[in-house]
């Protein structure tokens, strides 16, 4: 490809393209909205009108401050569409707010609500039909981004085989250059070792400069940085502790300092907690409302007809940061003296016979609700353990006390993997706190919707063998 063909940046007509959609799923919206409302016969034409285009300037701003227009060169599109969903929730809240405090009472709340639900579906399909187009048209050859790989470890040989060689990510390998041994697979865009980088930039166009170099090279990195400054060509290192560090890491600065941080947190953010915790409360407050004031009586009766002892089992269990709190469910087994000692274990003489059909429903974790309200326990979290497991396992089990950098939950990421009930083997128990540490590291308010409703899901129409 010839050095001097002009180099192009992110197309301008995308986002122009996407918020023409948007505005117009929207006034269309609008439209069906109306139609099934009024019947076609709008109360204020004009005022309704207007609230249509002042929502669709408000969306756009919205998409604009999310970065919904920015298309991904590797895409995800269940990522795309979580961040759609996600911009389209603070929409919602957005509208909500403005019918709330707003004087005029002229927009339906029932007509919104339609527009909001004809402009989701809308949306989503709109986007997954785009990210389809896309992808099937750099698979075509087109939109693809020219790369130049300097380096040759595992992480890059991972690149090459996930990302670089698949036609629907859009890159094209202009070459690599490397001084290690080169596989048969990597001959063909292998160019030469690392003293011959220079001259074959001169001679050919490429878009990046993907580094993943030892320290020691570090003259030739910073050669090719200054090259490209010079040459408009972007540049991406890839650190080499990455290849043996395990891990997901981000790099904070400070004066300039680069600072590794080994763990991404989302709920550090006081946006992503207070979002989880409104979560929490309001779901835990429809429970109590509709299903535990009615629930509780029946089972409270059923718990004291049918054995001695009290009708909640109160137990220390590890929280967050490893705080210990009072823990509720509705007994399930006898009174005995070593429930802070003993897990339960499959056919269990401790456990009575509601108690083993309350544990397979999991209908015992309900009052658990009680201690999500006291701000002790979220709804999706590592599931707290008590207190003598927890000095065990920090123990046995690598990393085990990350689990404890969230509040515990009701539900987890774990369970819903089949990483519940009894722990046999040490593997079960490692199982488990990976499972928790990745919900940590990758937590998302639609992750918790899912864990929720995959949760929901089992308890009325899934048999876990591991509930018992």
Same mark, same amino acid.
């Given at each position: 490809m ?20 948007d ?18 016969i ?21 998409s604009?401050k999310?970065?919904?227009y ?5 895409i ?6 979580s ?10 809240l ?11 009472t ?5 007509f919104?609500?339609?527009?909001l ?10 986007r997954?039909?785009?990210? %389809? ?5 750099r698979?075509?050859?087109?939109? %693809?981004?020219?790369i130049?790989l ?7 040989a991972?690149?090459?085989?996930e990302? %670089? ?15 290690a041994?080169?596989? @048969?697979?990597?001959?063909?865009? %292998?160019?030469?070792g ?11 166009y490429?878009?990046e ?6 320290h ?5 990195? @910073? ?7 010079n ?9 080499e ?13 400070v004066q ?7 763990r ?6 006081? =946006? ?9 409360i309001?779901?835990?407050?429809i ?8 629930l509780f ?8 007809? =049918?054995?001695?002892?009290p ?5 220390k269990? =590890? ?6 709190? @009072?823990?509720?469910k ?11 000692n ?6 269990d003489?401790?456990? =009575?016979?509601f108690?083993?059909f309350?544990?397979k ?9 009680i @201690? ?8 999706v979290?590592?599931?707290?353990h008590?207190l003598?497991?927890t ?7 690598d ?7 969230a509040?515990?939950?009701?539900t ?7 990483f ?7 593997k079960?128990m ?9 919900y940590?590291?990758n937590?998302?308010f639609f ?22």
């Amino acid at each position: 490809m010839s050095k001097n063909k002009s180099r192009k940046g992110k197309s301008k007509f995308t986002p122009f393209l996407f918020s023409a959609i948007d505005v117009f799923l929207l006034i269309t919206s609008f439209f069906l909205a109306n139609q099934l409302v009024f019947d076609g016969i709008s109360p204020n034409i004009i005022f309704y009108s207007s609230s249509a285009l002042v929502f669709s300037v408000i969306w756009i701003i919205m998409s604009l401050k999310f970065n919904l227009y920015e298309i991904p060169r590797i895409i995800y599109t269940y990522k795309v569409l979580s961040e759609n969903i996600y911009a389209l929730f603070n929409f919602s809240l957005l509208i909500g707010g403005i019918l709330f405090f707003s004087a005029s009472t002229m927009l339906s709340p029932l007509f919104m609500a339609y527009v909001l639900l004809f402009f989701l579906l809308g949306l989503l399909f709109w986007r997954f039909l785009a990210m %389809y187009i896309i992808k099937t048209y750099r698979k075509q050859g087109n939109n %693809y981004r020219s790369i130049l790989l300097v380096g040759l470890n595992k992480n890059i040989a991972t690149l090459i085989d996930e990302i %670089y060689l698949k036609p629907k990510y859009g890159y094209k390998i202009a070459g690599l250059f490397t001084d290690a041994n080169v596989k @048969n697979n990597l001959k063909e865009i %292998y160019k030469g070792g690392l003293s011959e980088i220079t001259a074959f930039l001169e001679n050919n166009y490429v878009d990046e400069i993907i580094i993943s170099l030892p320290h020691h090279a570090g003259k030739l990195i @910073n050669d090719l940085f200054r090259y490209a400054d010079n040459n408009m060509i972007r540049v991406r290192v890839i650190p080499e502790f990455s290849e043996y560090l395990s891990q997901t890491f981000s790099i904070d600065y400070v004066q300039n300092i680069p600072i590794l941080k080994l763990r991404s947190e989302p709920l550090n953010s006081i =946006t992503n907690r207070t979002l989880k915790r409104c979560f929490d409360i309001l779901f835990s407050l429809i429970t109590t409302l509709f299903i535990f004031t009615w629930l509780f009586p029946i089972i409270a009766i059923i718990i004291k007809l =049918t054995s001695n002892g009290p009708v909640f089992f109160v137990q220390k269990r =590890t929280g967050k940061d490893g705080i210990a709190f @009072n823990c509720f469910k509705f007994r399930s087994m006898s009174v005995n003296s070593n429930s802070d000692n003993l897990q339960a274990t499959k056919n269990d003489a401790r456990v =009575t016979d509601f108690g083993a059909f309350m544990r397979k429903t999991s209908i015992d974790e309900l009052p658990q609700i009680i @201690n999500v309200l006291l701000n002790q326990m979220s709804l999706v979290g590592p599931r707290p353990h008590m207190l003598k497991h927890t000095d065990e396992y920090r123990v046995l089990v690598d990393k085990f006390m990350v689990r404890h950098f969230a509040k515990p939950g009701v539900t987890g990421w774990a369970q819903i993997n089949g990483f519940r009930g009894e722990t046999k083997l040490l593997k079960d128990m490692e199982n488990r706190a990976a499972a928790d540490i990745w919900y940590i590291e990758n937590w998302s308010f639609f992750l918790d919707i899912k864990i929720v409703l995959s949760t929901a899901w089992s308890m009325f129409f899934k048999k876990d063998e591991n509930a018992f």
